[in-house]
């Protein structure tokens, strides 16, 4: 299959992009996707030729461009999928709406630290009250009492294995997993309260813009967390199907 696309942009956005074309007319600017590629692709995002929910979605103190309306149907369609626009093109505001347009809560939102405010304040701007006001920041390692009522928890990874079993207790109805590339790491402590947390959760929203770094293998703690363990399958069936592994027979063992 081919793919159009400026030489700058990384070819990891078009592994989760649900729009690849079928086919397509090879010329100057049109890059060939691997077979490899298209068959991880297919795998993860699953559902390709399920229609986006052409409902009307509530309306936004800030509208919504074209392609994140169909970003926020793609997500509200599958309940589980993710968002790979590139950087700067709105996926905080494209989560959020996600988040509110699905109608079930409450939300949690994992972040990078650094990016805690922004996505408060995004809410704020950008969400109708009274859920634009229901935001509350999980901050240090020691778990407090949570209730139902607010609308989106905020938490950065570093303490999200702090907060994990008083966040599962509360059984979240959807989960935000903002730079999912955090969790790429299956033995890290934060891809273990991800995953315990997104199990619990109907949506799961995975974001980045580049969530394919170096190799095949980094994509495996995303789309386990997204995808959930019924959809991921087993590490070492996709480390051997896409990563290049193998197994060795080794005496009675394999």
């Not at 700067?88 to 989560?95: Q, V």
Request: glycine letters at 10%; aromatic letters at 10%; charged letters at 25%.
């Amino acid at each position: 299959d081919l793919v159009q696309a400026p030489p700058a942009l990384p070819l990891s956005r078009y592994l989760v992009d649900a729009r690849l074309p079928a086919s397509a007319r090879a010329a100057n600017g049109w890059w060939r996707v691997p077979d490899d590629l298209r068959l991880l692709h297919d795998h993860i995002v699953g559902n390709g030729d399920r229609e986006d929910v052409l409902v009307p979605l509530p309306a936004l103190l800030k509208p919504l461009r074209p392609y994140q309306e169909r970003g926020v149907r793609f997500v509200l369609s599958r309940g589980r999928a993710m968002l790979a626009d590139s950087m700067r093109l709105g996926k905080t505001l494209e989560g959020l709406a996600v988040a509110y347009s699905s109608g079930v809560g409450p939300w949690v939102g994992v972040v990078p630290a650094t990016k805690l405010w922004d996505w408060r304040d995004e809410a704020l701007v950008s969400i109708p009250s009274p859920k634009g006001e229901s935001v509350r920041i999980l901050r240090g390692r020691k778990a407090t009492d949570l209730d139902r009522d607010t609308w989106l928890y905020l938490i950065n990874y570093e303490v999200l294995p702090a907060w994990v079993e008083a966040l599962t207790t509360l059984r979240p109805g959807g989960v935000l997993l903002d730079e999912s590339v955090y969790v790429k790491g299956r033995k890290s402590a934060r891809f273990r309260a991800a995953r315990a947390l997104c199990d619990r959760a109907e949506y799961v929203v995975g974001l980045s813009g580049a969530p394919l770094e170096n190799r095949p293998m980094d994509l495996w703690g995303q789309w386990r967390c997204v995808r959930g363990a019924g959809e991921s399958g087993e590490f070492w069936e996709f480390h051997e199907r896409y990563g290049g592994g193998a197994f060795v027979e080794l005496g009675d063992e394999r």
